[in-house]
């Protein structure tokens, strides 16, 4: 596929670029803060970076009839409006992380929350120091999934890429279930495994990363 990525010089950006390459794909598209360059028409777009570049991933996928991948966290009503107006032309895949695990992760959480309905549960998720917002979007994920107000904890220390941890308490016992991304490759396979997805679909839409890797359900 021919491909372009939103933050091509960010950590997510060249793991994007890196990943995509071993597997034969052209990248004809790089965006940034500072540059721009072009050298093809991309089929796809890849979008890992900030909430602020979303105007601007959204026009050049109108420009290129490209589809999108966006994995951005922290965005806004205002944001994520854009990206379900651009579903209407292209197709669009947008979730706060593309780690099956995580995916899975967010499944038993569900499950044991309907369950356990009556003991405590919190969250606590970290990340690398220089992550912006919080709590991280897969804590916001997986939040959701158990569908009550709970406390959501942050830590960003040194260089972890993610650590996700729920967990489920009565007074005589504790449950816990945690996920960890040992490197940023993980999420530049779902990406790729989602770009694939939105060229053989095709048609104009939001499709869900869940849906892709389980089958839906």
């Not at 994520?80 to 979730?95: A, D, G, K, T, Y």
């Amino acid at each position: 596929m021919k491909y372009g990525v939103v933050g091509f010089s960010g950590r997510m950006g060249k793991e994007i670029i890196e990943t995509f390459k071993e597997k034969g794909h052209e990248l004809v598209y790089m965006l940034d803060i500072e540059n721009e360059l072009v050298d093809g028409e991309p089929q796809v777009i890849l979008d890992f970076s900030r909430p602020e570049a979303v105007k601007k991933t959204v026009e050049v996928c109108k420009k290129y009839k490209a589809a999108l991948v966006i994995g951005t966290t922290g965005l806004g009503e205002q944001e994520l409006e854009m990206i379900r107006e651009l579903s209407r032309e292209v197709p669009v895949i947008q979730s706060y992380n593309f780690s099956v695990g995580v995916h899975a992760m967010r499944k038993i959480v569900k499950l044991l929350s309907g369950i356990l309905k009556d003991w405590d549960v919190e969250i606590v998720e970290t990340h690398h120091r220089f992550k912006k917002d919080a709590p991280s979007g897969t804590a916001i994920l997986l939040k959701e999934a158990i569908d009550r107000e709970i406390p959501v904890h942050s830590l960003r220390v040194g260089g972890i890429p993610g650590d996700h941890l729920v967990i489920f308490g009565d007074v005589g016992e504790v449950l816990e279930i945690k996920h960890r991304a040992l490197s940023r490759r993980t999420f530049a396979l779902g990406a790729l495994k989602a770009a694939e997805f939105l060229l053989n679909v095709g048609k104009p839409g939001m499709y869900d990363f869940e849906e892709i890797i389980f089958g839906g359900g």
